[in-house]
């Protein structure tokens, strides 16, 4: 933990190696972050990597659709409020609902509509963050394409206006959107709600062409951009670190080292930020 910055992982597979290197470079793992199929469950190898590191938990549910009304009630929420309760889970986090995961009713319009989408998500996210009594973090989801050229960060802004949710901003994702979408790099407006950014992506991507033009792509085998420790460096700037913030490597198993120069490398950004 720095300040109120605390620093943790995606666990995408079977990774020891964070437990490993759990004290490695002078940084402790403060949470693990796993995608969970609720009707699955958490595995054991999550719950034994959690119990090595003796950190904290937050789940990414991938069995959500937000589309869906019943989001707050129910047999699917109740089973992830028992997820959380058993394994005390800090936070939930899911991409808005625009990836689905499953066969659960009803299914957002394509391409998705995010100034109609903003509203459902929000009324979504706050029943099942009351559900489960823990905080719900809406994701900036990453997408290719998008009609009408529509603001992030109002539907962000409006996706979490409610008590009990909150806003995980995935950098990648960010300039992903940015590109894809708008055709810029990403200006980050000092106008916004900053202090409902509980927790922070950074992930890498690939550029790909397809029809004549440029497409950014998610891909977490890719290294982390510097750009986007940057971005993060704008972000700690413009939120500041007073309330708690997580950041998060979703980063797929790699060797050690890569873990701590990326750490290592948040380090610089938050230095940057503060100075």
């Known amino acids: 933990m720095i300040g109120g910055v605390g620093i943790g992982v995606a666990v995408e597979a079977a990774c020891d190696q964070y437990a490993r290197v759990g004290t490695a470079g002078g940084w ?24 090595a590191l003796g950190c904290g938990l937050t789940l990414h549910p991938l069995d959500m659709n937000m589309a869906g009304p019943e989001q707050g009630t129910g047999e699917w929420v109740e089973s992830l409020a028992a997820l959380v309760r058993a394994h005390e889970v800090s936070a939930l986090v899911s991409d808005a609902g625009f990836w689905y995961h499953g066969s659960r009713r009803g299914t957002w319009f394509r391409p998705p509509d995010m100034n109609r989408a903003a509203a459902r998500c929000r009324e979504s996210a706050a029943a099942i963050a009351a559900a489960c009594g823990v905080p719900f973090r809406v994701e900036n989801p990453p997408l290719e394409w998008l009609p009408d050229a529509p ?12 008590e009990g949710v909150q806003i995980c901003l995935d950098l ?79 980063m797929e198993p790699r060797e050690p080292g890569a873990f701590v120069a990326a750490v290592d490398n948040i380090h610089a950004a938050l230095g940057v930020a503060a100075a």
Request: glycine content about 6%; charged content about 25%; overall charge negative.
């Open 28 to 51: 402790v793992t403060d949470f693990v972050e796993y995608g969970v199929h609720t009707a699955v469950g958490i595995p054991d190898w999550v719950i034994e990597t959690r119990s």
């Open 151 to 162: 603001s992030l960060w109002s539907f962000l802004d409006e996706a979490s206006d409610h």
């Open 172 to 250: 990648s994702h960010v300039l992903q959107f940015e590109r894809n979408v708008h055709g810029r790099a990403p200006v980050l407006p000092r106008s916004f709600p900053w202090e409902r950014v509980a927790e922070i992506h950074l992930a890498g991507y690939v550029r790909a062409e397809y029809a004549g033009r440029t497409v950014y792509l998610d891909q977490h085998l890719a290294d982390i951009p510097a750009e986007e420790y940057r971005l993060l460096a704008q972000v700690v700037d413009l939120r500041g670190t007073d309330l708690p913030l997580g950041i998060c490597l979703e």
